[in-house]
């Protein structure tokens, strides 16, 4: 389908719609099941694998990272030797002898306390939850850029092929699977529980460590961790010379980090952390459209690829942090760590032993019960996640953020497209049929066609999209406020809610929906477009009109709209979850991070 031209004008006045038209609307959805088939779910999506991740050289070269194996283990051949060499020279011995890894330390003659070995386990509990989830959301767009436009061809990292050339080509398309028990919940295209699982596991893991800053520097164990000497660099030196000459330096784990170890952990602890959570409220739309002062300058892309790249600094910590444990001393570390003692005895270890059945047991529990109980995994990640969502939606944005020459050159099609006969017969006579019905808990229900649509104020805004799945894009929308249209149909004290029907139906059957609090239909950023850049919206974008509510992600940005009903609660309307990708695929009807 192409593209068309406004009908033309001479329309007739606005009509008032009759609540059957509504209704037949609502018969058209349908529930969605509550335990998930992964053979019929997400529309039956067939499984799709990618390819060993490439980093991207210079315009249009890509590096296999599958390389990096070898050359990784080479240079880790050639570090050892030159290591070994350099500690059979008199002035390196010299200086491995004054900075032997501790000097700058505060000495502790205490064991480290219970609160902080239990700590540690909940840390690393939820954080194998958190990267599991992560990596799910992660294969639902493998792509990575440095610019907010998503441009194929630009990114730096991917882990997809290229995009074909075709034209209608979604981004739902470049999902991949996961294997079961390595993605959260392994199943292509379940970013709606994989987010559940991400974000609500983060608000435990963030409590977790809003308690340990506090007993940290409440108990003066923060000495073990934040360097207080400039000497810490010269002994992380000796102690990096030492590992890799395979001599390992004295081990005073049990009254002091050597240099090595307390700058790798301030920079888990103070750095990737609190960066973490940075990056990630910089992927939200409601922040990112409210604080535009931050988001000029980190956009979503570049917060989605810093945010990767403090994943990998956590999985390169853990994977030499435990490599070290058991190679430097295991029975004796492990004492430390989570007996209390400086010993040598198996007490440490059968603890160590016991919290890892119960990961394993966690871990392997994890993707057969979300696919068992995804309404229960939906509920609880909203009642973690939700209380921010909440806060964060109600950040009224302002225009002006951006100008025409920010606008992406390459904007992403998503969702599946209307084909049935009423959408073809519109578009194919330029939509002069086209009725836009509003209805419900108003006093002056109307049918508005697109002539008359036009004739009202027009509005324009220029807007970035964050979709769901990762990808984002600046485009320059056109059309009518929704303060206007709540203006012309007058709401009702009793409506709380906007519900937006589509003219397509969702991957699983049965006409696409989606809800919106009232309240945001008046901010300055929610309009109904029926322009993009300058021209009438495509097929493939929504023609020929669609919502903008710029404090939520895409797949509420209701396409091909039919309809738009005021109720007083959603729990009627569909599956009763606020939406059809809520109802189907265990999204959130409230997703402003």
């Not at 335990?35 to 315009?59: H, K, M």
């Not at 340990?212 to 000497?231: D, M």
């Not at 009254?255 to 939200?284: D, E, I, K, R």
Request: aromatic share 14%; charged share 15%.
């Amino acid at each position: 389908m192409d593209d068309r031209s406004n009908p033309p004008a001479g329309t007739p006045p606005p009509g008032r719609v009759s609540p059957q038209a509504m209704d037949a609307l609502r018969e058209r959805l349908t529930r969605g099941e509550d335990v998930i088939d992964p053979e019929t779910f997400a529309g039956a999506i067939p499984a799709a694998f990618g390819i060993v991740p490439r980093l991207r050289i210079g315009a249009k070269r890509w590096f296999n990272l599958a390389w990096l194996l070898p050359i990784g283990w080479a240079l880790l051949l050639l570090a050892v030797a030159a290591a070994r060499y350099a500690r059979g020279r008199p002035d390196v011995a010299a200086f491995v002898l004054r900075h032997p890894g501790t000097g700058f330390a505060t000495h502790f003659g205490t064991p480290m306390p219970v609160w902080l070995r239990v700590q540690h386990f909940l840390n690393l509990f939820f954080l194998a939850f958190i990267v599991r989830a992560g990596a799910q959301i992660l294969a639902d767009h493998p792509r990575l850029y440095w610019t907010r436009h998503s441009t194929p061809g630009k990114e730096w990292l991917r882990m997809q092929r290229a995009v074909p050339d075709t034209p209608l080509w979604t981004a739902k398309q470049e999902s991949l699977t996961l294997p079961e028990h390595l993605g959260l919940p392994g199943l292509r295209h379940s970013i709606g529980l994989a987010r559940w699982w991400h974000l609500g596991v983060d608000t435990l893991w963030l409590g977790n460590g809003l308690v340990f800053y506090v007993l940290l520097f409440a108990s003066g164990e923060w000495r073990r961790l934040v360097p207080t000497s400039w000497q810490v660099f010269a002994d992380a030196a000796s102690v990096l010379i030492q590992y890799l000459s395979l001599r390992w330096p004295a081990d005073d784990g049990w009254v002091a980090y050597n240099g090595l170890q307390t700058l790798a952990y301030f920079a888990t602890v103070f750095v990737a952390a609190p960066l973490a959570l940075v990056t990630g409220l910089g992927m939200s739309p409601a922040l990112s459209t409210r604080f535009q002062f931050v988001s000029k300058r980190l956009s979503i892309q570049a917060a989605r690829s810093l945010h990767f790249l403090v994943l990998c600094w956590f999985l390169f910590f853990v994977f030499v942090h435990v490599t070290l444990v058991f190679a430097t001393g295991a029975l004796h570390n492990l004492n430390h760590m989570y007996a209390g003692t400086d010993s040598g005895d198996w007490v440490g270890f059968a603890i160590f032993a016991a919290s890892m059945a119960v990961l394993a047991v966690a871990w392997f529990a994890a993707t057969p019960f979300t696919l068992r109980h995804p309404r229960t995994v939906q509920r609880l990640g909203y009642a973690l996640v939700g209380p921010a969502q909440r806060l964060f939606e109600h950040l009224d944005s302002r225009p002006g953020t951006y100008t025409e020459k920010d606008l992406s050159p390459y904007f992403w099609h998503n969702g599946k497209y209307p084909e049935s006969p009423e959408y073809r017969a519109l578009f194919d006579r330029g939509f002069a049929d086209y009725r836009l019905r509003i209805h419900g808990l108003v006093e002056n229900p109307v049918e508005l066609t697109l002539p008359e649509l036009r004739a009202l104020p027009r509005h324009e805004q220029i807007t970035q999209h964050f979709c769901i799945q990762g990808w984002s894009g600046i485009a320059k929308w056109g059309g009518v406020s929704m303060r206007t249209i709540l203006d012309l149909v007058r709401p009702k004290p009793e409506a709380k809610w906007a519900v937006f029907y589509s003219l397509g139906d969702g991957a699983d059957g049965g006409l696409y929906y989606d809800a919106h609090p009232i309240e945001q239909m008046r901010y300055q950023l929610t309009m109904l477009a029926y322009d993009m850049n300058g021209a009438p919206l495509s097929y493939g974008h929504g023609a020929p009109l669609r919502l903008r509510n710029e404090v939520q992600l895409g797949f509420k940005q209701v396409k091909w709209i039919a309809g738009i009903e005021f109720v007083a609660d959603f729990a009627q309307v569909g599956g009763g979850h606020g939406g059809y990708n809520e109802d189907h695929e265990f999204f959130g009807y409230r997703q402003s991070i």
